[in-house]
């Protein structure tokens, strides 16, 4: 897809990957829908980057685990531009607890990263392809990890919330062909601000890679933009971890 004129919704968009990724959209010409929940802040200071550039873009709040907020985050952004082209599904949570602590992977736990992990992400999708659909022709691009591939991350919960961001990926490349494209990005280890506290943590892993470094938020911000280039691809997983998982 050529992304000149096009109008992408990135959830999470203000912080991490996503604002990466909402930086590397504006500047292939894309209009911005930038989501946030909490961190309103960061989301307005991206958006006002992307105008400073000469780029088009505004921030939306919702919860995306609220299916009433999504939509009507969705139809804000959709009465604003006309439509909306692309979706990056990048919003997501996680709670750091060993993973032989069962007793602590409560139900709290469970319900509220799937909810935001996996239905969240749903409900986004859903809400996009109405407008896809209407103009023939859309790109979904959810953002799962190497917890979801390897069942070994950050808790339980988590690696098996991504491990359904994944299913959830070939299920809706399914679902909504012929016109939609729906891909899933898998990042490894990136340096954001999920390390917080474990700074130390990172630097001891990142000798261990196989290119030796982390990746940044722009590597997997770059991918993203690859796949909704890629025109050919649907109900694919493109693993971005530096050798991680080899």
């Known amino acids: 897809m050529d992304l000149n004129n096009k109008v992408a919704l990135v959830t999470g968009g203000g912080t991490g990957i996503g604002k990466a990724t909402s930086f590397a959209l504006a500047e292939r010409g894309a209009v911005v829908v930038v989501n946030y929940s909490r961190s309103h802040a960061e989301a307005e200071e991206t958006v006002q980057a992307i105008l400073d550039g000469g780029g088009r873009a505004m921030a939306v709040q919702a919860n995306v685990?609220?299916?009433?907020?999504?939509?009507?985050?969705?139809?804000?952004?959709?009465?604003?531009?006309?439509?909306?082209?692309?979706?990056?599904?990048?919003?997501?949570?996680?709670?750091h607890i060993p993973l032989d602590d069962l007793e602590s992977a409560n139900d709290e736990a469970w319900d509220e990263l799937f909810q935001v992990n996996v239905k969240g992400m749903f409900y986004c999708a859903r809400a996009v392809a109405a407008w896809m659909n209407k103009n023939g022709q859309g790109a979904i691009v959810n953002l799962g990890s190497i917890a979801g591939s390897t069942g070994s991350g950050s808790s339980l919960p988590y690696a098996v919330s991504k491990s359904a961001v994944h299913g959830l990926t070939k299920s809706l490349a399914r679902a909504l062909a012929p016109h939609i494209q729906v891909n899933c990005v898998i990042p490894?280890?990136?340096?954001?601000?999920?390390?917080?506290?474990?700074?130390?943590?990172?630097?001891?892993?990142?000798?261990?890679?196989?290119?030796?470094?982390?990746?940044?938020?722009?590597?997997?911000?770059?991918?993203?933009?690859?796949?909704?280039?890629?025109?050919?691809?649907?109900?694919?997983?493109?693993?971005?971890?530096?050798?991680?998982?080899?």
Request: contains cysteine; proline residues 2%.
């Open 188 to 246: 490894g280890a990136v340096e954001t601000r999920w390390w917080e506290g474990r700074e130390e943590q990172m630097r001891r892993l990142a000798p261990n890679l196989l290119l030796q470094r982390l990746a940044a938020p722009e590597d997997i911000a770059e991918c993203i933009c690859a796949v909704l280039a890629q025109e050919a691809m649907t109900g694919q997983t493109i693993t971005v971890d530096s050798g991680q998982t080899l």
């Open 65 to 95: 685990a609220n299916d009433e907020e999504v939509r009507r985050m969705v139809d804000a952004a959709a009465q604003r531009y006309g439509a909306v082209d692309v979706l990056v599904n990048n919003a997501s949570i996680t709670r």
